[in-house]
């Protein structure tokens, strides 16, 4: 087996009202080295970049279990162990940001083990195993196919995935400097809605979909809004709203919390761009809350291998 190579986007989840539904793969890549080890007392599983000092480099790690998912499913586990492998793997995703750090992992390690296997699972396989380690689809989806995706559940858990044009447009994240796990984000949601909050964000995602497959991105402002995750997590992250309303008067199309947070994720024309993360990332200042900020494109291609 030669080296291989994979590259996998980062992603943003719900695009405000699609909660479970929406997302988009961005210009923020990691990259996965992996090649078989000749002994494997000297397996080596190196971390550059984003989590090098606290990722486990063991059993443990995310990338490692789905490829170990895949070798089940495979019936290969007896063949392959974690030293059987020479992994590098090249961080640029911030953990627990709301970037889809963990869906990239996932994604890296079920299409290096499937390539290992020789492409024994189709892509729909592969999609399927994914969301069954995420637990929801949101974010796999667009790391695997790219552009803007509507992940649509059907029977068996199984998924069907439409893509919409991807939009001439730029994505502004502002990253505070703490992290959100996704399941603490989630356990904050209730488990009981008013079917009025039901009807709101049905019809944004009815007006979300208009937008970009008609790039009228004058719809985003209220197609984005939200009221199934957000005003909850807004508990989490008091400065939320501050940060949609002065992007929008900043210039963006439209801004919402990047799948389950911290980071926030704003919409709009690229002239626009620079303007609109000072101001994001002022707001967090005036909190006293340093921020990482990036300036990215959508990504077409989804996972790659390179
Ligand atoms: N839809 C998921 C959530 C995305 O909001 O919890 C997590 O990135």
């Excluded at 290992?116 to 399927?128: A, H, P, V, Y």
């Excluded at 502004?172 to 796990?181: I, R, W």
């Excluded at 009221?227 to 210039?251: C, D, F, N, T, W």
């Amino acid at each position: 087996m030669k080296k291989i190579r994979i590259r996998v986007p980062a992603t943003t989840a719900n695009l405000g009202p699609g909660f479970d539904i929406f997302g988009a793969s961005l210009s923020i890549y990691n990259e996965l080295e992996i090649s078989l080890s000749s002994d494997p007392k000297k397996a080596k599983f190196v971390i550059v970049g984003e989590g090098k000092k606290i990722l486990p480099k063991n059993e443990k790690n995310i990338l490692w279990k789905a490829m170990d998912a895949v070798f089940g499913l495979l019936d290969v586990s007896d063949k392959y162990t974690l030293s059987s492998f020479n992994i590098k793997l090249t961080n640029n995703i911030p953990l627990s940001s709301g970037l889809g750090s963990s869906s990239a992992a996932r994604t890296a390690g079920i299409v290096a083990a499937n390539a290992i296997c020789g492409n024994k699972l189709t892509k729909s396989e592969m999609l399927d195993l994914g969301i069954k380690l995420e637990g929801h689809p949101d974010n796999i989806v667009p790391a695997f196919y790219g552009g803007v995706c509507i992940s649509i559940s059907g029977p068996e858990d199984k998924f069907e995935v439409v893509k919409l044009p991807i939009p001439k447009m730029q994505a502004v994240v502002c990253t505070p400097g703490f992290e959100l796990a996704t399941e603490r984000s989630r356990n904050i949601l209730p488990k009981k809605y008013d079917i009025k909050d039901i009807t709101f964000n049905g019809a944004r995602i009815a007006l979300l979909t208009k937008a970009f497959c008609t790039n009228d991105f004058k719809l985003l402002e209220q197609a984005m809004q939200d009221k199934i995750h957000q005003p909850y997590r807004a508990k989490l992250i008091p400065v939320m709203q501050e940060l949609i309303s002065s992007a929008v008067k900043a210039g963006a199309y439209g801004a919402c919390l990047s799948g389950s947070g911290p980071s926030m994720i704003a919409f709009c024309n690229s002239k626009k761009a620079k303007e609109i993360s000072k101001v994001m990332a002022g707001v967090w200042k005036k909190e006293t809350v340093p921020v990482k900020q990036f300036i990215l494109d959508f990504d077409g291609d989804g996972v790659k291998i390179i």
